[in-house]
């Protein structure tokens, strides 16, 4: 009788917490540390170990807390947040976003554990978009404003696409083609759209669009992926519907003030137990009634359940066991991460004054997108910072290199194309998403057919070990994804811990 009342109230209590998650109410729901705690064995030390500090670890943790469960994290870095990671100001003056940046009014989660939480949101601090009248175009060695732009010589693309900035002319196409339903975010993962599981470089061709103007729209300063051949249409559909799902909400989005690492930070603040920073594991194993979690170290730790938070590309350098098979084996092996290299300076004059150009360029060679930063909210027209923001196959170009040679060479690149920059820069801050073991990249990106292939089997349990992390979201992408597939497996392991 007595543990029918306790089942029952666990129940009830998860009942709660997915309606509050799942409805996003902001009301908290805290029911006394460890007051439910789900027969914690002696030997075991915790209900569940969650392996990784970022959005999607921190909301799941917070999801068993509140519901009287005993939870461990363990971090490999110093550091909490994971992807979302703002530059200390004593690195790079305004401490720009080196990860996660922009949030949608329609991230409902975020939002509410930024009010939950206690941390407030400020205007957004544009990182690689540019003010109207601040952008110049750096392409085939000629500066083009992007006025210049449709009419100009080296503008080769088809009629229709000669406006604009080359990396976003082809989103119109996208979204007119788009075969998925507006309201319905899940369906990018539907197999009855599998045809669409196929290579932008295909769509483009049928387009009429040249091999040069496929890599000028697509494979360069690209956003997603590296290039146009090694990226499924389907993700721009899913990106495109997502988009359109933001756009339409009524919620106010923006960036959290103090930088969006005050996010995570306040929501471990919040969680009241045990999270082991510096701890890098090294493997995973799922046994008849228990998981043991290895550190780095040496150390072991076990828990009933184990929650893997790692992006693909880190899962990957851990050994789990028993190991992942057949098509779930295939997608923790190849899904890749877009790449990200940053070059951060401080400009130690108004080169834009000397030479009459706007600060801002967006290149066609080793500079990448060179933006002139104003993230000072009190002087929002004060230039903080510059930042070389690398992607596509520049990023794996430079992140090969020892570092000061990439300084080197990435500064000489930006001093020879626009002489106003000698001696105008100084160097402050270098920043890889590539080569990092704990990330191994921005966010992760679709190659054609992977979608049908494995999307739906990257979050299949192996034994007692769950999974977690923005890969592994349906519905959302980036920071919403992240806390989406957080909640998800929270609620799944709930289900099982009883
Ligand atoms: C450059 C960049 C720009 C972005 N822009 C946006 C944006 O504008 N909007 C948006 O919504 N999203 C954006 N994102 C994506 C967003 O930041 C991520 O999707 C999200 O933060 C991922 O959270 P996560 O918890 O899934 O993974 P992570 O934050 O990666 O968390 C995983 C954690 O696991 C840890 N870990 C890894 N290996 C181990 C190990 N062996 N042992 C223990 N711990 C380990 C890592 O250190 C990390 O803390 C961007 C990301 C980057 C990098």
Redo the contacts with the bound molecule.
């Keep these: 009788m007595k543990n029918e009342k306790k089942i029952q109230q666990s129940i009830n209590r998860r009942e709660m917490l997915k309606k509050s998650g799942l409805a996003l109410a902001a009301a908290p729901f805290y029911f006394g540390l460890n007051s439910c705690v789900s027969g914690a064995k002696k030997t075991m030390d915790a209900d569940v170990i969650i392996?990784?500090?970022?959005?999607?670890?921190?909301?799941a943790a917070l999801l068993f807390e509140q519901a009287g469960f005993k939870v461990k994290i363990?971090?490999?870095?110093d550091?909490?947040?994971?992807?979302?990671?703002t530059a200390k100001e004593s690195d790079v003056p305004g401490h720009p976003?080196?990860?996660?940046?922009?949030?949608?009014g329609g991230?409902a989660r975020?939002l509410d554990a930024a009010q939950k939480y206690g941390v407030s949101m400020g205007p957004m601090r544009p990182?690689t978009e540019a003010r109207k009248g601040e952008l110049v175009y750096r392409i085939k060695n000629n500066f083009i404003l992007p006025e210049e732009w449709p009419t100009h010589d080296l503008n080769t693309l088809p009629e229709g696409y000669r406006k604009g900035l080359p990396a976003y002319v082809t989103w119109g196409h996208f979204g007119k083609i788009n075969p998925l339903p507006e309201n319905d975010l899940a369906a990018w993962r539907d197999p009855k759209y599998k045809d669409w599981d196929k290579s932008t470089y295909s769509v483009l061709k049928d387009e009429g669009f040249s091999d040069d103007d496929i890599k000028l729209v697509m494979g360069t300063n690209s956003?997603y992926g590296v290039d146009a051949q090694n990226i499924s249409i389907m993700m721009y559909f899913q990106i495109l519907t997502w988009i359109g799902q933001q756009n339409a909400s009524t919620g106010k989005g923006g960036a959290i003030v103090g930088g969006?690492q005050r996010l995570?930070e306040a929501m471990a603040a919040a969680f009241k137990q045990d999270i082991m920073l510096s701890?890098?594991?090294?493997s995973i194993a799922s046994e008849a009634d228990a998981t043991t979690i290895t550190?780095?170290n040496g150390n072991t730790l076990r828990a009933p359940y184990c929650l893997v938070?790692?992006?693909a590309s880190?899962?990957r350098?851990?050994q789990i066991s028993p190991s992942a098979q057949g098509i779930q084996q295939k997608g923790f092996q190849n899904l890749d991460y877009?790449p990200?290299v940053?070059l951060h300076y401080v400009p130690k004059k108004k080169y834009w004054e000397e030479d009459g150009l706007p600060p801002s360029m967006w290149c066609d060679n080793l500079a990448g997108r060179f933006m002139a930063l104003k993230n000072d909210l009190q002087d929002p027209d004060r230039v903080t910072s510059c930042v070389a923001f690398l992607n596509s196959n520049v990023a794996l170009e430079i992140d090969k290199m020892k570092q000061e040679d990439a300084i080197a060479l990435v500064t000489k690149t930006l001093e020879d194309i626009r002489p106003s920059l000698k001696g105008a820069l100084d160097f402050t801050y270098y920043w890889t998403?590539v080569n990092n073991?704990?990330?191994g990249?921005?966010?992760a990106y679709w190659k054609p057919g992977e979608i049908t292939d494995f999307a739906n089997n990257l979050a299949d349990p192996i034994g007692r070990i769950h999974f977690?992390?923005?890969?592994?979201?349906v519905m959302n992408?980036?920071?919403?994804?992240?806390m989406e597939?957080?909640e998800r497996a929270a609620f799944e392991l709930m289900d099982l811990l009883g």
């Design positions: 392996v990784g500090a970022g959005l999607a670890g921190l909301n363990v971090e490999a870095t550091r909490l947040g994971g992807r979302v990671h976003e080196l990860g996660g940046n922009g949030i949608g991230y975020v990182r956003s969006n995570p701890s890098p594991v090294k550190l780095d938070t790692l992006p880190a899962l350098r851990i877009t990200v940053q998403w073991p704990y990330a990249g921005a966010y977690a992390g923005e890969h592994t979201a992408r980036g920071m919403e994804g992240a597939s957080g």
